[in-house]
Structures are given as C-alpha cells and as structure tokens.
C-alpha cells in the first residue's frame, strides 16, 4: 500500500513558477515510477509527467514539455514537479500517482492517487 500527499499548490501569476511535492507513505516508495496528472474543470484527468523508479527515465506530455520537470528523492519518499513559465491553462487540481515500476501516461494503470492540490495561473 502507498498513501499519497500533495502539497505546494496556490495561485501564481502567469510567467510564474510553482513547486509540487508528493510525499509517499510506505516501505517501497523506490520501486514504484510515479506520475502527476491534472484535470480542469469539466475536463478529463490528463497526465502531465512521469518518472521511472530509479528516476532514470521521465516523460513528459507535449503541453508541459520545457517548462515542467519532474523529479524524485528516493530516500525522502517524495515526488516534485517544477512548473516554470506558467499559463492560465495550466489551471487545475494536479494528483500524483503510483503504479508499479514502469512509466505509463494512461491514468488507468496507476494504482494509487493522492487528493489533490489546486493551482491556479492568473493572466
């Protein structure tokens, strides 16, 4: 079981930069690749960034790519996205997830999902 727990989220001006942490519960954190995804109102979850157990291996989704940077400390069971050069449509509650090894971009695969932290880029 791993339990998850976003923070850093707020209300930045666009241009701006935010850190998200996710802390990770549990004995194992290194052996799971973890993700973030967003979801805008009335929009589907779509997934922004991911990185492999090891941290050897990122991916990111075209819209993010640049200006985000995914990143993990295995000994600290934390997760960080680095989002620079914001946009108002990168507004969003943004989740990390958990899934077993491997890098997946499918929402489906993740086993474990965090609550949620707002951010919100103002123009």
């Known amino acids: 079981q791993v339990q998850l727990v976003e923070s850093g989220g707020g209300l930045v001006q666009a241009g701006g930069s935010l850190r998200l942490s996710c802390a990770a519960s549990g004995r194992t954190f290194s052996s799971y690749a973890m993700g973030w995804f967003r979801q805008a109102p009335g929009n589907e979850r779509e997934f922004v960034a991911a990185i492999q157990w090891s941290g050897g291996s990122t991916y990111y989704a075209d819209s993010v790519k640049g200006r985000f940077t995914i990143s993990r400390d295995n000994a600290k069971n934390t997760v960080y996205l680095q989002m620079n050069s914001l946009k108002p449509e990168d507004t969003a509650v943004y989740y990390c997830?958990?899934?077993?090894?491997?890098?997946?971009?499918?929402?489906?695969?993740?086993?474990?999902w965090g609550q949620g932290t707002q951010v919100t880029v103002s123009s």
């Open positions: 997830a958990a899934r077993a090894y491997t890098i997946r971009t499918d929402r489906r695969e993740y086993d474990y």
